[in-house]
């Protein structure tokens, strides 16, 4: 089975870079860094993954199209590209409120934004000398000008993360693949692939042709009440947070109504675990993998079963090397 690794920031960067070592050997094929909250940004500690490994891959799961100038963001990812040559993986986001507008990004037509940096990107990774006059982008006869190193095009796979059913079908248009979103259940994966489907015919294509990792998260211990509440006050932060995707996996909307009475933004620690006494076991396995190995192997395998290609698994337990162990253990 595919396996990748997903990091947060619950770790000193030092602890990812062993980490990604373990996850290398144990034959994972990729380690994701979250850059969805103003805590960590992908680039650097991607670097530190990749000067430590030889071959597992470099995602950024993701990064927002507003906050880099597309020529930027693609120097970026080949800067990361020199230093591990074909193991980078641009993985690129629309973003979320209220944070982007605290921060003064106005998400204006999402889907139009991201056609336009996916094509910049695209051809400047593939050494071609740009001019874009877009809504969103404008680039004036512009590439990645190389003096010293060599001038080769970049095998840079551009990942979209979505959600949303516009989104979905977008990447499948233009995506070399969609990072499929965490807290969603395997349910919400079916209407996923209809729309990726859709969006891949767009373009002549087969939803087969589109690769699709998915974030899970993964909370394994053989106490299975510890690994149920670990994962709990998770998914009680996003309930409150971004009620929408857990409304896309068929969470009650009165829940979502009463977590979102006890949480405000940015929630406390306190509120987070108050609003999590709220939400029952079934919720919490309906969209992580949580409980014993067993059991999270099993969800894993529904979400596999359901369109995930390569499941991207978000460790919440304190072991994060023996998840490392139980899931390579795991046959095919």
């Given at each position: 089975?595919?396996?990748?690794?997903?990091?947060?920031?619950?770790?000193?960067?030092?602890?990812?870079?062993?980490?990604?070592?373990?996850?290398?050997?144990?034959?994972?094929?990729?380690?994701?860094?979250?850059?969805?909250?103003?805590?960590?940004?992908?680039?650097?500690?991607?670097?530190?993954?990749?000067?430590?490994?030889?071959?597992?891959?470099?995602?950024?799961?993701?990064?927002?199209?507003?906050?880099?100038?597309?020529?930027?963001?693609?120097?970026?990812?080949?800067?990361?590209?020199?230093?591990?040559?074909?193991?980078?993986?641009?993985?690129?986001?629309?973003?979320?409120?209220?944070?982007?507008?605290?921060?003064?990004?106005?998400?204006?037509?999402?889907?139009?934004?991201?056609?336009?940096?996916?094509?910049?990107?695209?051809a400047l990774l593939?050494?071609?000398?740009?001019?874009?006059?877009?809504?969103?982008?404008?680039?004036?006869?512009?590439?990645?000008?190389?003096?010293?190193?060599?001038?080769?095009?970049?095998?840079?796979?551009?990942?979209?993360?979505?959600?949303?059913?516009?989104?979905?079908?977008?990447?499948?248009?233009?995506?070399?693949?969609?990072?499929?979103?965490?807290?969603?259940?395997?349910?919400?994966?079916?209407?996923?692939?209809?729309?990726?489907?859709?969006?891949?015919?767009?373009?002549?294509?087969?939803?087969?042709?589109?690769?699709?990792?998915?974030?899970?998260?993964?909370?394994?211990?053989?106490?299975?009440?510890?690994?149920?509440?670990?994962?709990?006050?998770?998914?009680?932060?996003?309930?409150?947070?971004?009620?929408?995707?857990?409304?896309?996996?068929?969470?009650?909307?009165?829940?979502?109504?009463r977590i979102g009475?006890?949480?405000?933004?940015?929630?406390?620690?306190?509120?987070v675990v108050e609003?999590?006494?709220?939400?029952?076991?079934?919720?919490?396995?309906?969209?992580?993998?949580?409980?014993?190995?067993?059991?999270?192997?099993?969800?894993?395998?529904?979400?596999?079963?359901?369109?995930?290609?390569?499941?991207?698994?978000?460790?919440?337990?304190?072991?994060?090397?023996?998840?490392?162990?139980?899931?390579?253990?795991?046959?095919?």
């Amino acid at each position: 089975m595919r396996v990748a690794l997903y990091l947060q920031d619950a770790h000193p960067i030092r602890d990812g870079m062993r980490y990604a070592q373990h996850a290398e050997e144990a034959g994972f094929e990729a380690v994701w860094q979250a850059e969805s909250r103003l805590v960590r940004e992908a680039t650097v500690p991607l670097a530190a993954f990749g000067a430590v490994t030889e071959r597992i891959g470099l995602g950024s799961g993701v990064s927002a199209l507003w906050t880099r100038n597309p020529a930027l963001l693609a120097s970026t990812f080949s800067t990361l590209d020199d230093l591990a040559p074909g193991r980078a993986i641009l993985g690129l986001g629309a973003w979320w409120e209220p944070l982007a507008t605290k921060v003064g990004v106005d998400r204006r037509r999402p889907l139009l934004a991201m056609r336009e940096v996916v094509t910049a990107c695209r051809a400047l990774l593939n050494m071609e000398t740009v001019t874009f006059d877009g809504e969103f982008v404008h680039l004036d006869g512009v590439e990645l000008d190389y003096v010293h190193d060599e001038r080769r095009p970049k095998d840079l796979p551009i990942v979209i993360g979505a959600t949303g059913p516009q989104m979905l079908e977008l990447a499948g248009e233009i995506g070399d693949g969609v990072l499929l979103n965490y807290l969603v259940s395997p349910a919400y994966n079916e209407g996923a692939m209809e729309r990726l489907e859709a969006g891949a015919a767009k373009a002549g294509r087969s939803v087969d042709d589109v690769d699709r990792p998915q974030l899970v998260v993964c909370s394994m211990d053989d106490d299975r009440e510890a690994a149920l509440d670990a994962a709990r006050l998770l998914v009680t932060q996003y309930l409150g947070q971004q009620p929408h995707i857990m409304a896309a996996s068929g969470v009650p909307q009165s829940l979502l109504d009463r977590i979102g009475e006890v949480l405000t933004w940015p929630a406390t620690h306190e509120q987070v675990v108050e609003a999590s006494r709220l939400v029952p076991d079934e919720v919490v396995q309906m969209i992580t993998a949580s409980g014993t190995p067993e059991e999270c192997r099993a969800k894993v395998a529904e979400y596999v079963a359901a369109g995930c290609t390569c499941p991207v698994l978000y460790p919440l337990g304190p072991d994060v090397d023996a998840m490392i162990d139980a899931v390579a253990a795991w046959d095919d």
